[in-house]
């Protein structure tokens, strides 16, 4: 039986915005998701047992079934039941890379990991629209997390549009460790604070939907101008996240500050991201922050756009 070692890319908006409430109780989103080259490493096998094994070498990552990666092993399971039978269950070991609880979607690309994975251990043949349709039922990045890349996502994040390759891009990542921003916590504020101006009828979502597909922000990422993309990122979440955590605000006025191509939090935080034309550029940005704010607890890494989602990095 092979095994299987994946690269799991983080991923951060270029876009956010939240146009207003839908009937399943989620968020009518609209955001341009993008990967990056800094991965996780998941390897996984199949067992001795019909159990599901997790494995991760960060203390934060839970390893019970609450893991999005064993809840993607579980589902599998369960859709594809004689499989299971035959071929037992999984062994699963993530090594983390990506910050935990980041706004940077680890966990949903652990979860990617899993299905590309079992599709080839069990040698199911499923396409990636149909791992991306499983997918969606995990969670509203995993479906961007197994095909990456620059993507239009509309609904709650699982209708997807792929857009230009924008991989010549540099970016600083930059997250407090001691800090860390609960999603649904992001998305219920927003809710209490912003509910009035969202946009209820279907007509109306769509026409918003529509505006932002050929909005200034699109046409910078179909010329692939890196100059006009960055001065037209945008994330509705920073208006609930920011003034909660003034440590982020101050990062994130630190990188506007410097000579960026723009700066954002990605996701609900509280990770806050740069582009830059040039690694060089990257280094001279993160040496100048690390100057300017000399806590310990930031950290930062230095990362390039990406245009691939769940990679074979090895099999044996
Ligand atoms: P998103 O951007 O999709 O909101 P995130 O980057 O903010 O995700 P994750 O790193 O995915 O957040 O983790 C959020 C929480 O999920 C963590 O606090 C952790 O306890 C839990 N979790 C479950 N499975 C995983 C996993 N495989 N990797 C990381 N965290 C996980």
Redesign the pocket.
């Known amino acids: 039986m092979r095994s299987y070692s994946l690269t799991a890319p983080a991923k951060i908006n270029l876009y956010l915005e939240i146009i207003g409430d839908r009937p399943d109780g989620f968020h009518e989103l609209v955001m341009v998701l993008q990967s990056v080259e800094l991965a996780d490493i998941v390897d996984i096998q199949s067992s001795d047992t019909q159990e599901i094994y997790i494995h ?1 070498d960060h203390p ?3 390893v019970n079934e ?4 064993y809840r993607a092993a579980a589902l599998m399971c369960q859709t594809f039941p004689e499989m299971h039978a035959n071929y037992g269950g999984v062994v699963i070991k ?1 090594h ?1 890379n ?1 910050p ?9 690309g ?2 990617a990991a899993v299905l590309v994975g079992m599709n080839l251990i069990w040698k199911l043949g499923l396409t990636q629209p149909d791992l991306q349709d499983l997918a969606a039922k995990l ?1 509203s ?1 995993i479906p961007f997390c197994i095909s990456g890349g620059t993507a239009i996502a509309t609904g709650r994040g699982e209708k997807l549009a792929t857009l230009a390759n924008l991989d010549d891009i540099w970016v600083v990542l930059a997250k407090y460790d001691n800090i ?1 921003v609960s ?1 649904p916590w992001a998305y219920k504020t927003y809710r209490q604070q912003y509910s009035e101006s969202y946009i209820c009828d279907p007509e109306g979502v769509k026409s918003r939907t529509s505006e932002v597909h050929s909005s200034p922000l699109l046409k910078a990422i179909a010329d692939e101008d890196s100059a006009e993309i960055g001065k037209l990122i945008y994330n509705d979440l920073e208006k609930v996240v920011l003034p909660e955590y003034p440590q982020v605000a101050e990062l994130k006025s630190a990188f506007a500050a410097q000579d960026t191509l723009g700066t954002m939090m990605s ?2 935080g509280p990770t806050v991201f740069a582009l830059c034309e040039s690694k060089d550029k990257a280094i001279a940005l993160q040496q100048q922050i690390r100057q300017q704010i000399t806590d310990p607890h930031l950290n930062f890494w230095i990362t390039k756009l990406s245009s691939g989602g769940i990679q074979i990095k090895s099999s044996t």
């Open positions: 991760c934060e990552v839970p609450t893991n999005l990666a993530i983390k990506i935990v609880a980041a706004g940077l979607a680890g966990g949903s652990n979860a969670g990045d860390s999603t996701g609900s």
